[in-house]
Structure formats: structure tokens, C-alpha cells
């Protein structure tokens, strides 16, 4: 299968945009198509190889729905990502729970702008978007199936061979393409309509002075790890949880001892949507999270060096500090994208 790469682009509705006050003609956005958002950075992936369609974001989204990717048909991709989370698990689930009500080791992510990822899940274990619902199928605690099953299993069904004909034009489903498929829905995962989105651009959108106060403060607190308009800066830092650990992180992967206890920095994009927090799901509320770095934090070796100042360990927050931030954080909820209708299952 040949590797396409990320790419990325906003969701349009269907309607009709005037070119103009004048009575000229209107065109039709096309609902399908990726833009990139004008304050986003460019994507990763690119669609030279997997190019959007219609047929093939409607078997994208039929499979994600469809507990048939599962061992005994009880659990599906939307199990631990939800829409009105932002695709992120339930907040009942601290941990994502798959087949036979298993319970994960993490707590499922948001999959929102997967386009624009160098590396995927908490620990970065795997690089290429199209591979990511391999773990997920085969994992014991997920879907508990194998991928060679999968492939059997839709090739028995009439439904979904002729599904995987309009969308690929190929009469046998095989693997590459119930990947691509799969990307091309999570592709469309764009959100980037928020408060905060729209005050950028200048679209009309304005902040509250509160919410300035946060984004200044935010800025200067947290503005090292979370960056840019994903609010990531896709490093992977140990954020001073704990000083010892069940789950090493990052080290799962690069097996090396200073990689111990380190965890993807996430986006907050959405993050008001998308508790508990933390790879353990460790705090409820963002005002636990906060109270971590404030006054919390443990050391172990491997602790981010951005943490480590003459008075110990943190960053110095009052709760004014806090309660600006919060503010600020609670403008990066995008309500178009968690009601979109595109998204809906059929």
C-alpha cells in the first residue's frame, strides 16, 4: 500500500456563497473537499494516493460505526470516540473499554485534525494515520480481532462489497483500501470553527476580556508545550504524574530509559469537551488539572526540564491565573463540529 500522508482541510456545508452584493451566480461548496483552515498549519497527510470522495467517507463511516470490525460484534470504533466529545471516549469510560467489557490502559483521545499528525496515540507508536485502526482491531482490550477476519467478514457482505466498489472500484475488499477508507472519514475530523477560531480570523468573533486575560496568560504558562493552532507541539514530555509508572509511555516504543514516563503533549483543541484528563485519565476537571501544575506535580528523572524552577517543581498560577485560563480554554469548543450532521451515523 502505497504511504499517503496527512492532509487536512475544514468542513463546508453545502450551501450556496455569494460571490458578491450584485445578483451573480453562486457556487456550491463542496461538502467533501478539504480545505485547509486559514489559520491552521499545512497537513501531513496528503491525498495523492487517498483522495476524499463521497462513496469512500460513506464506507469510512459506515465502518467506524460497525461493531463488525470486532471479535463477537459488540464493540465498534465509536465505542471510545464519540462525536459530541470530539471523538473522544465517554467521560464514563476513564479507560477505554472494548470487547467483553475490557478495560484499555489509556484513555481514548480525541481524534480531531488527525491530518495534521506527525505520529498517533499517547506514546507516538505509530507514524502513518492509515495504520492507526490496526491497533485498535487487534488489540485484546479494544477490538480483539484480526485484521485477515475483518477483510473475510466484509468480503461476506453484499453491502459492503458493493460499497467498496463505488468508493475504490475494486470487486474484492482487501486491507489497503478498508484502511483508506477508515482515513478518509477521520480526515474530515476538521475542527476549527470555535470562539477562539473565529476572533483569530477575524470573522466577527470577539473574546471577552477574561478570556483575552487567558489567552495572554495561557501564552506565557503553557504556550511552550501547547502550541500553535493545534495547541501541540507534538513532543512527548513527562508532565510530573508520577515516580513510578505501570505504563512507561513513550519508552514502550523507543525503549530507551529517558523516554521513561513521557506522554504525547495533546492538543486542547476542544478540551473543555474531552474529560477526564491525562493519559490515566488522572483529573475530572480542568481546574484539577491546573491544581497539578500549580502545586502537584512529583519528580522522577525524565520530568521536563520546563517544570523545574528554583522553588521546586510547576508553574506558578494564582487561581486568578486559573480561572483566566479556563476561560480562554473553554473558547476552543467548536459546536459546529460536535453537532455536525456529516459525522452523524446513518
Excluded at 470487547?99 to 483521545?109: E, Q, S, T, W, Y
Excluded at 494515520?129 to 485477515?148: G, K
Amino acid at each position: 500500500m502505497t504511504s499517503p500522508v496527512v492532509y487536512w482541510a475544514c468542513l463546508v456545508l453545502t450551501v450556496f456563497v455569494s460571490c458578491s452584493d450584485e445578483d451573480e451566480p453562486t457556487l456550491p461548496v463542496n461538502r467533501y473537499e478539504f480545505r485547509v483552515p486559514e489559520n491552521f498549519p499545512q497537513p501531513i497527510y496528503t491525498f495523492d494516493n487517498n483522495p476524499v470522495t463521497k462513496a469512500g467517507f460513506d464506507l469510512g463511516k459506515a465502518l467506524f460505526y460497525d461493531p463488525i470490525l470486532s471479535r463477537d460484534g459488540s464493540a465498534s470504533c465509536n465505542n471510545c470516540h464519540i462525536q459530541a466529545t470530539a471523538f473522544a471516549d465517554s467521560p464514563v469510560h476513564p479507560l477505554s473499554v472494548g470487547v467483553d467489557n475490557r478495560l484499555g490502559i489509556r484513555n481514548a483521545p480525541p481524534l480531531t485534525n488527525m491530518a495534521f499528525f506527525p505520529e498517533f496515540f499517547w506514546d507516538g507508536g505509530v507514524t502513518h494515520l492509515d495504520f492507526v485502526p490496526i491497533n485498535a482491531i487487534e488489540a485484546d482490550f479494544e477490538l480483539d480481532e484480526t485484521v485477515e477476519n475483518v477483510v473475510a467478514k466484509l468480503n461476506a457482505n453484499k453491502k459492503y462489497r458493493d460499497m467498496f466498489r463505488d468508493a475504490f472500484d475494486i470487486e474484492e475488499v482487501t486491507l489497503p483500501y478498508t484502511l483508506y477508507a477508515l482515513s478518509q472519514f477521520t480526515n474530515m475530523m476538521v475542527s476549527a470553527n470555535s470562539k477562539y477560531d473565529r476572533y483569530i480570523r477575524n470573522e466577527g468573533g470577539s473574546l471577552t476580556a477574561l478570556e483575552l486575560e487567558g489567552l495572554a496568560t495561557f501564552s506565557e504558562k503553557c504556550g511552550a508545550c501547547h502550541s500553535g493552532e493545534l495547541f501541540t507541539d507534538f513532543s512527548y514530555r513527562n508532565n510530573g504524574l508520577d515516580s513510578t509508572f505501570a505504563d512507561t509511555g513513550r519508552n514502550r516504543i523507543t525503549a530507551l530509559n529517558s523516554d521513561i514516563g513521557k506522554f504525547r503533549v495533546p492538543s486542547l483543541r476542544n478540551v473543555a469537551l474531552t474529560a477526564p484528563y491525562m493519559h490515566n485519565a488522572r483529573f475530572k476537571t480542568l481546574e484539577e488539572v491546573l491544581d497539578h501544575y500549580d502545586n502537584g506535580m512529583v519528580y522522577y528523572e525524565t520530568i521536563d526540564e520546563t517544570f523545574v524552577n528554583q522553588n521546586g517543581l510547576g508553574i506558578d498560577l494564582e487561581e486568578t491565573d486559573k480561572a483566566a485560563i479556563i476561560a480562554f480554554l473553554n473558547t476552543l469548543t467548536d459546536f459546529d463540529f460536535v453537532q455536525d450532521t456529516l459525522f452523524f451515523r446513518n
